[in-house]
T-cell receptor, first 115, second 113 residues
Framework: AQSVAQPEDQVNVAEGNPLTVKCTYS??????LFWYVQYPNRGLQFLLK??????LVKGSYGFEAEFNKSQTSFHLKKPSALVSDSALYFC?????????????FGTGTLLAVQP | DTGVSQNPRHKITKRGQNVTFRCDPI?????LYWYRQTLGQGPEFLTY????????KSRLLSDRFSAERPKGSFSTLEIQRTEQGDSAMYLC???????????FGPGTRLTVL
């Protein structure tokens, strides 16, 4: 079965330090991978995606993610965290067995950036 | 893009009542998705429309749930005889045919008392 794992419920980082939010996936075939961010009582905002090509993907608000096929990972990174980055982050994979492009989400990682 | 909109943003109802939610996708997006998100979990797929055709339904979508997209534009999700377990955030997303990114609305938070 297709799945996404976010092994950390919460990540704490000091403002100005680099941050990493981890994601691993299990799919058959080539994965389409996504990162979304959710602020309290809000919907999900798209950050970035990997479809094919360069393994390093750059997205919104200075975030980037690195696709690693051998480790089946797609970790989200940012060189310098801001307090305003504090939010809930979701990794998702498009179900390659589905013709509808439905997404399978991880359980989310709460990022807390301390000033 | 004006974004995906959902109404109402919040709904409180008593067990056994029927509720209906509305989603207006980004204009000209012909693909529309409904997801449900419970506390501490990621969104889970409920159903998918391409234009007005409902092409996939999750096993999560019991027979108390029905969704429509009558003219291929807005969509409604109705829950009949609500149960406390239906309390969740209901998210709508849309995408266009040639792009894979799904854009989400702000969600409707349902509380069943």
């Amino acid at each position: 079965a297709q799945s996404v794992a976010q092994p950390e419920d919460q990540v704490n980082v000091a403002e100005g330090n680099p941050l990493t939010v981890k994601c691993t996936y299990s799919v058959s075939g080539n994965p389409y991978l996504f990162w979304y961010v959710q602020y309290p009582n809000r919907g999900l905002q798209f950050l970035l995606k990997y479809i094919t090509g360069d393994n390093l993907v750059k997205g919104s608000y200075g975030f980037e993610a690195e696709f690693n096929k051998s480790q089946t990972s797609f970790h989200l990174k940012k060189p310098s965290a801001l307090v305003s980055d504090s939010a809930l982050y979701f990794c998702a994979v498009r179900d390659p067995g589905s013709a509808t492009n439905k997404l399978i989400f991880g359980t989310g990682t709460l990022l807390a950036v301390q000033p | 893009d004006t974004g995906v909109s959902q109404n109402p943003r919040h709904k409180i109802t008593k067990r056994g009542q029927n509720v209906t939610f509305r989603c207006d996708p980004i204009s000209e997006h012909n693909r529309l998705y409904w997801y449900r998100q419970t506390l501490g979990q990621g969104p889970e797929f409920l159903t998918y429309f391409q234009n007005e055709a409902q092409l996939e339904k999750s096993r999560l979508l019991s027979d108390r749930f029905s969704a429509e997209r009558p003219k291929g534009s807005f969509s409604t999700l109705e829950i009949q005889r609500t149960e406390q377990g239906d309390s969740a955030m209901y998210l709508c997303a849309s995408s266009s045919n040639y792009r894979d990114t799904q854009y989400f609305g702000p969600g409707t938070r349902l509380t069943v008392l």
